[in-house]
């Protein structure tokens, strides 16, 4: 057993050292008790380096932040942490027409537009060119499916909505017009427009109109088609006619009465004034019809 010796006073004792066996100091660490022990000089290590510890935590807490923001710096620009990049929609949008421009069937000019996908798509950015796919084999006016799809290692796919205006110059009505109406070249123009919901039902030369009748009424600007109009009634039921027969050795013309209403070509019933017979004939133009 060994005596610890601490180099502190009593409290109005002579200036001398003395051993230390069991008392309370007069120091700095007079709030530790030792006992007449071994493990003294343990005690005061022990307590010596919580006093050090106490003066460095400020330094080491330092340390430790530091340690934390290096921690975080290698974690972000690390290849291995790289910020996610997204597909840009723009680079979407541009295959979407390029495709349609490569497959129209049409030979006039058109407009294509790619309706916008939601702003907050995030598509992983594709590492291999992007391909774009449909569901139809020809691609034609109006809205139209294509489907965009990256075969990387992160696969995606996804269909846009495309509207094509395809333009043509068709036959339009400068005047409104009545049904059963005869329209003739006053009442037409020639302009450029969208036809791409008419579904093919329009016309284009003026001949194809003039002279014909309106199927309906329809108001200035309208669109003609062929639906539109319908070949006028050249005879009308009960109408005086003249009865046309031709054959290379003989020609006969005789009175008839129109038993209906026809137009230009259409086979109708006639009724021979002079024998009473019903009989059939092509009408050629007013007043006659032809027999063969």
């Known amino acids: 057993m060994h005596t610890t010796r601490h180099l502190c006073r009593r409290k109005g004792a002579h200036s001398a050292p003395y051993p230390i066996t069991s008392l309370r100091l007069n120091c700095p660490f007079n709030h530790i008790h030792f006992a007449r022990t071994?493990?003294?000089?343990?005690?005061?290590?022990?307590?010596?380096?919580?006093?050090?510890?106490q003066v460095l935590k400020p330094v080491l807490s330092m340390i430790k932040n530091s340690f934390v923001v290096l921690a975080l710096a290698l974690g972000v620009f690390t290849p291995?942490?790289?910020?996610?990049?997204?597909?840009?929609l723009d680079?979407?949008?541009?295959?979407?027409?390029?495709?349609?421009?490569?497959?129209?069937?049409?030979?006039?000019?058109?407009e294509i537009s790619v309706l916008p996908l939601d702003s907050l798509l995030k598509l992983p950015e594709c590492t291999k060119p992007?391909?774009?796919?449909?569901?139809?084999?020809?691609?034609?006016?109006?809205r139209t499916?294509?489907?965009?799809?990256?075969?990387?290692?992160?696969?995606?796919?996804?269909?846009?909505?495309?509207?094509?205006?395809?333009?043509?110059?068709?036959?339009?009505?400068?005047?409104?017009?009545?049904?059963?109406?005869?329209?003739?070249?006053q009442h037409l123009s020639i302009e450029k427009r969208d036809v791409s919901r008419l579904r093919g039902d329009f016309v284009t030369q003026?001949?194809?109109?003039?002279?014909?009748?309106?199927?309906?009424q329809m108001p200035a600007g309208a669109i003609l088609g062929l639906r539109s109009f319908i070949e006028p009634r050249l005879i009308k039921r009960g109408d005086k006619i003249i009865i046309s027969a031709i054959q290379p050795a003989f020609a006969i013309r005789m009175n008839g009465v129109a038993m209906m209403d026809?137009?230009?070509?259409?086979?109708?019933?006639?009724?021979?004034?002079?024998s009473g017979r019903i009989i059939n004939a092509t009408v050629i133009e007013p007043g006659l019809v032809s027999v063969k």
């Open 145 to 185: 499916s294509i489907g965009v799809r990256c075969n990387a290692e992160k696969k995606w796919s996804i269909f846009t909505s495309a509207v094509i205006k395809v333009y043509e110059n068709v036959i339009i009505l400068t005047q409104p017009v009545q049904r059963g109406e005869i329209i003739t070249g």
């Open 91 to 110: 680079s979407i949008y541009e295959l979407v027409k390029d495709t349609v421009a490569r497959n129209i069937n049409t030979s006039a000019e058109y």
């Open 38 to 53: 071994s493990n003294g000089l343990h005690n005061l290590a022990l307590i010596m380096l919580k006093r050090m510890y």
């Open 262 to 274: 026809g137009t230009k070509g259409q086979l109708i019933r006639i009724k021979n004034e002079n």
């Open 206 to 216: 003026t001949e194809q109109v003039e002279n014909k009748q309106a199927a309906r």
């Open 80 to 88: 291995g942490h790289a910020e996610q990049k997204f597909q840009s």
């Open 130 to 142: 992007l391909e774009a796919f449909t569901t139809t084999n020809s691609i034609k006016a109006g």
